[in-house]
């Protein structure tokens, strides 16, 4: 049966592709438009049954009851509910055998803001108002920056702050970070980010009771810092790397196929077919310290893995040069993309081929760590299907250092790029040579 998955209608809409068990493709509306985080699809094509990931009717009667307006239903061939939806884009791609519980963190479904999962059943959920996805969404305006947007932005402001709030459940903290206006932008982000852990980390006590083994989906998903804490909590975690909105396209095929899927990466999006020489990569990487590469089929999620990547030699302090690049501000952090031989060698901490984790360095890497010393790592395997495993290896070879800086290619606020005309667009316009 072919089935296609779709999400739109709130932020980063999306489409997927699925036959059998195998996902055919998935793609980003933002990616074709330059809109981004583009809410709506435009002229999606639909092959076989068109599934949708939430319920309208039911979002509908919430919106109704908070004083907001009826919004008129896409058509299509079945819905599924939001949570669910998310909920079974880690189910159904999950990489072991053992019977997971899933938690779902996000900012709204239908009604639901956080739910836990077990053998397909909806065991626990929070209720619409109270959302951790909103709160964090709110914070992240209250401090200047773009909601359903710049999220990540404020958590790694967290570090250069302190918290200034009691962590107490019988207290509304949430509304004492906004009464404490003489805090820094800084402290509330770092407020906020030890109140959404704690509230986490309380969820994920709750699940832990049903299995020891956890898919973990929502936009929520997406902080690697909370993440690294929940790592600690369970034998094994599974989070799509696409466990937002966007992934909820891959999702609602998945739940209503209801069976496995095979996962095998996240490069399921436009693919450009063109011949990278690797020595050549390399060799003027080690002229030029940076460079730009858009090669294969472009990741579906919110995190260049390798194929539609800005890379920079992390031996010399090139952050400044990269953050100018990509019009970003200058506290931006980068990640290091290592060969999995060398990675336990450099970090220390969970680390996974997807940047969902936060570890500690070990030795002094300023251009790809963070100011407390973390680094959001991606873990270059030796299947990995992406050119950045052959440009690592010649580099590695040319200058013993088993890691590059790896950031996504495109400039603050726009997306990432996607097809050969782009790539060629963004060499152009921003000076970066893009192999």
């Not at 809410?39 to 990931?53: C, D, P, Q, T, V």
């Not at 819905?79 to 880690?90: F, L, P």
């Not at 690294?228 to 992934?247: C, E, Q, S």
């Not at 003027?284 to 990547?309: H, K, M, Q």
Request: proline share 5%; glycine share 6%; charged share 25%.
């Amino acid at each position: 049966m072919l089935v296609t998955g779709l999400s739109h209608g709130f932020h980063d809409a999306a489409i997927c592709y699925i036959e059998g068990n195998k996902i055919l493709g998935a793609h980003h509306s933002e990616r074709h438009t330059g809109i981004k985080n583009d809410r709506n699809l435009h002229n999606a094509k639909i092959k076989g049954k068109s599934i949708f990931y939430e319920k309208p009717f039911k979002k509908n009667i919430r919106r109704l009851l908070y004083g907001q307006s009826w919004k008129q239903r896409p058509v299509y061939d079945h819905y599924v509910n939001h949570h669910w939806s998310h909920a079974a884009a880690a189910y159904y791609t999950r990489p072991y055998e053992e019977e997971p519980v899933c938690v779902v963190i996000d900012a709204i479904g239908e009604w639901d803001t956080a739910s836990i999962w077990y053998k397909k059943k909806k065991k626990w959920s929070m209720k619409y108002p109270k959302s951790l996805g909103l709160f964090y969404s709110a914070i992240t305006k209250a401090i200047k920056l773009k909601p359903n947007e710049d999220e990540y932005i404020t958590m790694g402001m967290a570090a250069y702050g302190t918290p200034h709030i009691k962590i107490d459940p019988y207290n509304n903290y949430h509304k004492g970070i906004y009464l404490q206006r003489e805090l820094s932008d800084n402290d509330i982000a770092a407020s906020a980010q030890a109140i959404i852990e704690y509230e986490i980390i309380e969820i994920m006590y709750r699940a832990r009771k049903y299995s020891n083994y956890l898919c973990y989906g929502g936009g929520v998903a997406l902080n690697c810092v909370a993440n690294t804490r929940v790592h600690y909590m369970f034998d094994k975690v599974w989070i799509l790397p696409n466990p937002g909105d966007a992934g909820s396209s891959l999702g609602a095929a998945a739940a209503y196929l209801n069976k496995p899927l095979k996962w095998i990466d996240p490069y399921l999006g436009t693919d450009i077919k063109r011949d990278v020489n690797v020595k050549e990569v390399v060799s003027y990487l080690i002229d030029n310290s940076y460079c730009g590469i858009a090669n294969g089929r472009a990741e579906f999620g919110p995190r260049a893995l390798g194929n539609r990547s800005l890379i920079a030699d992390p031996r010399k302090d090139i952050k400044d040069t990269v953050n100018q690049i990509k019009r970003r501000q200058k506290f931006r952090p980068f990640a290091p993309a290592i060969l999995e031989e060398f990675a336990d060698e450099y970090f220390e901490g969970p680390m996974n081929e997807y940047m969902q984790y936060v570890a500690k360095a070990k030795h002094d890497h300023k251009s790809v760590t963070h100011v407390d010393g973390t680094a959001r790592v991606q873990v270059v395997k030796k299947d990995c299907k992406s050119v950045i495993r052959p440009i690592l290896e010649e580099w590695y070879e040319q200058t013993k250092c088993p890691m590059l800086l790896n950031t996504s290619l495109n400039i603050k606020g726009k997306p990432m790029v996607d097809n050969l005309r782009q790539a060629k667009e963004f060499e152009k316009i921003y000076g970066v040579k893009v192999f």
